[in-house]
Structure formats: structure tokens, C-alpha cells
């Protein structure tokens, strides 16, 4: 199946910092790509829609000034969590869409202290 | 907008024996049915998917089953190993572009 690479996997940083996450399609060209956080034994909860060239689409409830998405380009986007506070700690997934199909980064263990 | 109802929550069997995920979903436009197993600490892995225009799919000891009718698919995996414990997720969407919409998740354990 096709690569969606997410980095870091694991990153520990201080409280009002700020924490820049990438998701990259590793051998596909992906004009959408999605944010996803998961919290300890809850499903995927949509955070935006990154769109390549144009602004994200953030889901309700989801603010899109801590939560800065960048698509610059058709393999890479980027999640920045501004100002990052111990509320923000949780698991966030990237996913890419070849066609139909989704196809899912590693994951991304964020911890704020 | 698109609702997925999963069930069970929890899914204990024996090693060998067989296991069922049953999803349903609400928008009769959803033409696109993945199911996807997660493993403690990383993302989602696709392990197969439906589309509307077929009523089932085989992939070696997993199979998923769709009813259009009723809007329900089912995953099915025979001879379940040790290795099969992870929590499966179902999801439904409009091909192409458009978001998943996810179930709940299943915890799958498989005792040997």
C-alpha cells in the first residue's frame, strides 16, 4: 500500500512552546490531507482538511489559531500546535487519500509539560 | 452528515476461531467502506475496503460483507491469531477526496 510518513513520533516540549508536526505521502501525490486526534481508547476525532495551495478547513470546535495547518506542497503538510499547553497532550494522526483510499501516518505522541 | 455505528465495543475469542464487526451507517450517498486495524502507539493500517458497487470481499482469512439495502458491512476474519489483537476501526465516506467518518472502534482480543 502506499507511505504516509509522520515525524516526529514522539516529542516532549514545555508549556507555551510551540510543536511543528509533518506528514509527508511518500510515493503519491495527495492534494488533501487530513489531521486527525485520538485520545486513550476513543476513536479518530477530525481535526481540518489541509488543503494543498489554499487555506485548511477546520472542523467545529477545532481552533484553527493554535492549530495552524500548512500544505505547501503536493507531499507535505504540516501541523503546528501553537502556545502548547498539557490539555493539548494526545496522539495526532495525518492521513493522505490516494483516490479512495486513506492511507495513515504513524502517529505523532505529543506530551506539553 | 454521515453517522457509523460500531459494535461490539469489546470482542474476546479463542485463538482459531472466527471474528465479526458489524458497523452500520446512516448516509445512503457513502459509496466507500475501509476497515482498518490499529495497534497500541500507532496509526491506522487499512486492511481492506468495500465499495458500493460489490456485496463482499475476500483478503485471505479477512472478508468484509456489505448490505446496501440495510446500510450495514460487517468484517469477518476466520482462523484469528494472537496477532490479530488490535482495535479495528470501520469507516464510511464518498470516494475521492471527502473525509472518513469513523466508528468507535472494536477492541479485538484473541486468547491462545
Known amino acids: 500500500g502506499a507511505v504516509v510518513s509522520q515525524h516526529p513520533s514522539r516529542v516532549i516540549c514545555k508549556s507555551g512552546t510551540s510543536v511543528k508536526i509533518e506528514c509527508r505521502s511518500l510515493d503519491f501525490q495527495a492534494t488533501t490531507m487530513f489531521w486527525y486526534r485520538q485520545f486513550p481508547k476513543q476513536s479518530l476525532m477530525l481535526m481540518a482538511t489541509s488543503n494543498e495551495g489554499s487555506k485548511a478547513t477546520y472542523e467545529q470546535g477545532v481552533e484553527k489559531d493554535k492549530f495552524l495547518i500548512n500544505h505547501a506542497s503536493l507531499t507535505l503538510s504540516t501541523l503546528t500546535v501553537t502556545s502548547a499547553h498539557p490539555e493539548d497532550s494526545s496522539f495526532y494522526i495525518c492521513s493522505a487519500r490516494r483516490t479512495a483510499e486513506a492511507f495513515f501516518g504513524q502517529g505523532t505522541r505529543l506530551t506539553v509539560v | 452528515g454521515e453517522n457509523v455505528e460500531q459494535h461490539p465495543s469489546t470482542l474476546s475469542v479463542q485463538e482459531g476461531d472466527s471474528a465479526v464487526i458489524k458497523c452500520t451507517y446512516s448516509?445512503?450517498?457513502?459509496?466507500?467502506f475501509p476497515w482498518y486495524k490499529q495497534e497500541l502507539g500507532k496509526g491506522p493500517q487499512l486492511i481492506i475496503d468495500?465499495?458500493?458497487?460489490?456485496g463482499e470481499k475476500k483478503d485471505q482469512r479477512i472478508a468484509v460483507t456489505l448490505n446496501k439495502t440495510a446500510k450495514h458491512f460487517s468484517l469477518h476474519i476466520t482462523e484469528t491469531q494472537p496477532e490479530d489483537s488490535a482495535v479495528y476501526f470501520c469507516?464510511?465516506?464518498?470516494?475521492?477526496?471527502?473525509?472518513?467518518?469513523f466508528g468507535a472502534g472494536t477492541i479485538l482480543r484473541v486468547k491462545s
Open positions: 448516509d445512503s450517498a457513502s459509496n466507500y
Open positions: 468495500i465499495r458500493s458497487n460489490v
Open positions: 469507516a464510511a465516506s464518498i470516494s475521492s477526496g471527502n473525509k472518513l467518518v
